[in-house]
């Protein structure tokens, strides 16, 4: 008889390269402290979700249904619609690609997943790793972070609606500080100096399935954009450097150049830009969006934790919500 099982995955922020990493340049993420969990129980008969705080009793065609439908892909519209009429349709697919692949029958079970995370710090990535490891558990089944990390990047080809980088699953699996490229592997960055950022929270949607197309396009006509990519992924490589010597002055100089240029993709947003703007003015070294951009968070890196008091109390008089974390805390477990 299976019993309780939990699992909690961390979230992720990234310190450079977004988008940078789409297009096979370097970039660099770490796990943060602010979690999703998955708990499953063991049920006498049927399928109940929690997700989220939205309930729902389910049957097993619900599941065979949800995997056929996104197992063979679909658009970003059509999973709106889709994720409209049920919320749990991703972790019902997941739930079902992972028990086909293992030769597993579904067994009644009440799952429930809760999150802290917000828009822009992995959500998905980390929601699903943490149901993909408890899932393991109730059927005590051995399972690799390699393919917790595979079903967490399947979850977000559906929920990104187009081909993600990878860092996110990779981040909130692996935990640390990464440094990342798709085609050239991943690392992981060992830290000499505990980074003192602060997460300012414009409390608007992250925009990352309309910014991640806009920027493939203007990559596409402009040779000037094209060069300005190239320049965030060396500014990554430089970054990964500063964070092993604990150099905090050069990561702040080089977090704002790379702001410049996202500007230069118009994927900043009149609230970021009031955030970022406060927290250099409470003292930040260094701050820029983080994630996809037209909304989502910011981060800001501090002179030190009192500085980090300053700056969260500014970025909330700037409108948002701030959030002092610890970074490269443990992935998955
Ligand atoms: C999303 O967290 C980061 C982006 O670089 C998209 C991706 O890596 O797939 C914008």
Redesign the pocket.
């Known amino acids: 008889m299976s019993q309780v099982v939990k699992a909690k995955a961390p979230g992720?922020i990234?310190l450079f390269?977004?988008?940078?990493?789409?297009h096979g340049k370097t970039?660099i993420a770490a796990a943060v402290s602010m979690y999703s969990d998955t708990e499953i129980r063991p049920a006498s008969h049927g399928f109940f979700f929690d997700n989220l705080g939205y309930k729902v009793i389910c049957d097993r065609d619900d599941f065979l249904e949800a995997h056929e439908t996104l197992r063979k892909g679909v658009s970003k519209d059509e999973f709106l619609s889709l994720f409209k009429s049920d919320r749990t349709i991703v972790s019902k697919y997941l739930i079902m690609k992972f028990l086909t692949e293992h030769e597993l029958k579904l067994r009644p079970m009440k799952i429930t997943i809760r999150s802290e995370l917000r828009k822009?710090m992995?959500g998905s990535a980390s929601i699903n790793a943490s149901l993909i490891l408890a899932l393991a558990r109730f059927y005590k089944v051995t399972i690799a972070l390699d393919e917790i990390s595979r079903y967490a990047y399947a979850g977000?080809i559906i929920c990104?609606g187009g081909?993600?980088?990878?860092?996110?699953n990779t981040t909130v699996v692996y935990g640390g500080f990464i440094k990342f490229n798709k085609r050239n592997g991943t690392a992981p960055i060992s830290i000499k100096t505990k980074l003192p950022i602060v997460i300012g929270d414009t409390l608007e949607p992250a925009a990352?399935a309309v910014?991640?197309p806009k920027v493939t396009e203007m990559l596409k006509k402009s040779r000037r954009h094209k060069a300005l990519m190239n320049e965030i992924g060396s500014i990554s490589i430089e970054a990964a450097r500063c964070i092993r010597r604990g150099d905090l002055e050069r990561l702040g100089k080089l977090m704002n150049r790379n702001q410049e240029i996202l500007r230069e993709f118009s994927i900043s947003t009149p609230k970021l830009e009031r955030l970022i703007d406060a927290s250099l003015r409470a003292g930040a070294l260094g701050a820029k969006l983080s994630?996809?951009?037209g909304g989502g968070i910011m981060i800001a890196l501090a002179r030190d934790n009192n500085n980090r008091k300053s700056i969260a109390k500014a970025i909330e008089k700037a409108g948002g919500k701030a959030y002092i974390v610890e970074l490269g805390v443990k992935g998955v477990a």
């Open positions: 992720k990234i390269g977004e988008h940078a990493v789409v970039g822009g992995g977000d990104h081909m993600p980088s990878g860092i996110d990352t910014t991640v994630g996809g951009g």
